[in-house]
């Protein structure tokens, strides 16, 4: 048990909450009242017959539970704290491309929702030029259009519906 | 029961049917390229792949599968020995040896090393699993269902234990995955449970997408991060054929390698990589002058190159013979036998032969595509390697984005992908494991409907559970791997492992 402080401390950080534990924690936290709320009106039977509710009611409890130890963990624990960032920039880009692709795919099409979807994916990386980005787009639109569209026949509009 | 001769003819005449022979080579020959590119690994290929072989043939799906998967672990260890970039996590161990070679110009060495030493232990572990499987299946048939919900508790339990990162997120992901596999329509009730309204839940989450989502998007997304701008020059590759000498010294060491592999390749949450870290220790614990390794010393090749393909192949096992995923691969996989109607358990031997015995056919033929392959082709793959990865990953990008919308031709599943992706690149961050969290999403109906069953079984005993030997000794085993998981032994022993 550390009692002193020590003398030679890294420089990259002091001692503190172990950051990671602590939203970790918190997230199952989360997720286990969200599965608890969300599941309270299912039946929950007794154990000889086992209702809807049985089963996830006692996993929300158990993760409950471990996200209460996880984030007190966090608090007891002293780790070096580390600057470990969360890229937001690239998170958004990434994400929000395929979400623009699922926004556009039935009212425009693959033809229009793939290459912006793309586009705009191609921005999160550090290395974007726009003339590079947009040429692999439109080829990368082409052989999934020819691909799945056509070779194996899937059912996904050229061009959607607003057409 | 029909003689192991038999078995295998029937096996050998549907993997070798031209289709069936085109789908292996296809599936060695995308997981090799997998492999070596980075960031794009067997799990979100299998789960893209996964609505296309909807209209495929059974056999003929798990044939290609199943050659992406150990065709990766080739691949991985060709940029780990070339440019020190392991394409696979279970290629890491290669290169602390194998790139060394490179720099010494033994490049050609060390790749023929790994392929030869990956045939040898692949064809090892088919003959493993050709006889080892049947007599664990008929085992299995013994099990009804208060066994088989202690064998998947302790497969969840040992994949949290082998699963590197701490415990309580690992059990925490565990839990986790379970609850979403709740989600859909209760088959017993018929109650909709956390669907939200929404029709498309009614069969539950799509696992492409969370498959995708937690390994594929996030992946994207913790390398965009750690994106830098130096290009990658790899080493000259001249002299392949390994001389006589280094057949002797490459020998013992793929032997060994290949008994690691096989063992530590059946246990849930162990596979591939443990094996390959296991026997470089292994290796260089009994070798006489361990100080070679770490620079350049065969054995470190040989070893746990043909570990990690022993166990990438006998890690099927537990999956045909018990329905139990040993892997986010063989989650999938089981996931493939559902889309094709197939109830995956130790029936499958009985009523599928023709899958089964054709399966491991292919991969004694996967094998030795592989070794054909990767020794020829080596120029390609090294000219693969250098693909810069911004333009890469809009590739990968198309590939989710419609794969997922082409499973269930839902708009809905893809904003599913935008939220798993989102939450992986999350837990990532957080340091939690998302293989657990797989595998206990396909498990957790099996689970749900086993623990109800047992006990209906038991008239509402929950003792029923250790009342039954077999299934009292698996809930045995599970608690004392949780026990030592909390005492520490096993993370110790890893982290040694790691440090050598």
Sequence with gaps: MR??????????????????????????????????????????????????????????????????????????????????????????????????????????????????????????????????????AIFLTVCCDLIFRRALGMPIPALGSWF | MASFADQLALGFSAALTFTNLGYCFAGVLLGTMIGVLPGLGPVPTIALLLPITF????????????????????GGSTTAILINLPGESSSVITALDGYRMARDGRAGLALATAAIGSFVAGTIATLVIALVAPALASFALLFSSPEYFSLMTLGLVLSVTLASGSVLRSLAMVVTGLLLGAVGTDVNSGVSRFTLGFGELYDGLSFVALAMGLFGISEIILNLQRETTTSRATAPVNRILPSLGDFKRMTPPILRGTLVGCVLGVLPGGGAILSSFAAYALEKRISKNPERFGKGAIEGVAGPESANNAASQTSFIPMLTLGLPSNPVMALMIGALIIHGIQPGPKILIEQPTLFWGLIASMWIGNFFLLLLNLPLIGIWARLITVPYHL?????????????????????????????????????????????????????????????????LSRGDPMIFLDRPISATLLAVAAIAIVSLVSGAIRRGRATILQE
């Design chain 2, 392 to 456: 890469l990953f809009p590739l990968i990008i198309s590939l989710a984005c419609i794969g997922v919308y082409a499973m269930a031709n839902t708009v809905f599943d893809i904003y599913l992908l935008t939220i798993f992706g989102f939450f992986g690149y999350v837990f990532a961050k957080l340091r939690c494991e998302p293989a657990p969290l797989l595998l206990s999403f396909i498990l957790g109906p099996f689970l749900e409907e086993h623990l109800r069953r047992s006990l209906l």
């Design chain 1, 3 to 136: 009692s002193e402080k020590q003398p030679e401390l890294p420089t990259s950080g002091q001692s503190a909450f172990d950051r990671h534990d602590i939203v970790a924690g918190i997230l199952f936290i989360a997720i286990g009242a969200a599965f608890l709320v969300g599941g309270w009106s299912y039946a929950f039977g007794a154990t000889l017959n086992m209702g809807p509710g049985f089963f996830p009611r006692l996993l929300s409890i158990a993760l409950l539970g471990l996200g209460g130890m996880i984030a007190l963990r966090g608090f007891v624990r002293r780790v070096e704290s580390t600057d470990d960032e969360f890229a937001w920039g690239v998170v958004v880009r990434v994400i929000g491309a395929v979400a623009l692709f699922a926004v556009l795919l039935r009212g425009a099409g693959l033809y229009i929702a793939l290459p912006a979807a793309l586009l705009l994916a191609a921005t999160a990386s550090a290395r974007f030029r726009p003339w590079e980005a947009g040429a692999l």
């Design chain 2, 55 to 74: 209209g495929l043939d059974p056999i003929s799906s798990f044939i290609m599968l199943a050659g992406i998967f150990y065709g990766a672990q080739y």
